[in-house]
């Protein structure tokens, strides 16, 4: 083959590369958007970038990112794993985050999620009050504490955790990553841990804002089957709370 077609053949790899590095940066930016981070200039890059690769002339053409880009691409692809139930996956790249932002605490919430699912409850505890210390005001690293305290049985404190996060977040709070986290299931959460611990009229209380129309009457002889059936009956299907909390 003469020297042109080699060079041809090497510099059409170079832009195939660089074309698919750059959909996948794209598809990292949409994953971004979702957990809550604003980044006008991120997005600028992701936009010069994606003008840039058009013009690409051969394979040694490198477009670097500067850090706070890396790093919430870094946390997006962590979450794309994690969605896909690749949890160690995950943990590997938000990891790789953590360390190239370490005050930032969006990595260390998603490490706590990712610890938790893989039933290793220290670990994620201890990366959520990570999170916590960086971004005191934040209802989603109190939400997932919420719910790996559940998991522990550790009611009064998953009690304290769910009303923190919904006090943060409000009645119409939703983790944009994994969103059947968010103020419907908090509650509901509260009424189960209230359930375990007998005191019925508590548990009712998160019922009756769930479910206004509830038929429930504490003077009944069935009234502690009957809030257990509305608890269960409200209960989410969706798999990640229900792997977490089963």
């Known amino acids: ?132 210390v960086k971004e005191p005001g934040s209802p989603d690293v109190y939400a997932a504490k919420a719910f790996v305290y559940l998991a522990q049985s550790e009611y009064e404190a998953a009690i304290a955790a769910a009303d923190k996060a919904i006090s943060l977040g409000g009645e119409e709070y939703v983790f944009s990553q994994i969103p059947e986290v968010q103020t419907r299931n908090l509650r509901l959460l509260i009424a189960e841990c209230y359930y375990a611990m007998g005191q019925y009229e508590d548990a009712q209380v998160q019922i009756d804002i769930l479910k206004p129309d509830n038929n429930l009457d504490p003077n009944s002889r069935n009234y502690k089957q009957d809030l257990l059936l509305e608890i269960e009956n409200l209960k989410p299907v969706e798999p990640i709370l229900a792997e977490l909390t089963n």
């Open 1 to 132: 083959m003469s020297d042109e077609g080699r060079t041809g053949g090497r510099g059409d790899e170079g832009k195939g590369r660089q074309a698919r590095d750059t959909l996948h940066v794209a598809r990292c930016m949409l994953h971004v958007t979702r957990y809550r981070v604003s980044l006008p200039s991120f997005a600028v890059s992701i936009a010069v970038m994606i003008l840039l690769s058009s013009c690409i002339s051969g394979p040694d053409d490198v477009i670097v990112l500067p850090p706070a880009d890396v790093y919430h691409t870094k946390v997006a692809e962590a979450w794309i794993e994690f969605e896909s139930g690749r949890y160690r996956e995950a943990i590997i790249v938000f990891r790789e985050a953590s360390e190239i932002d370490t005050l930032s605490p969006d990595a260390y919430l998603g490490l706590g999620w990712c610890y938790a699912m893989l039933d290793e409850m220290e670990d994620s505890l201890s990366n959520l009050e990570f999170a916590n």
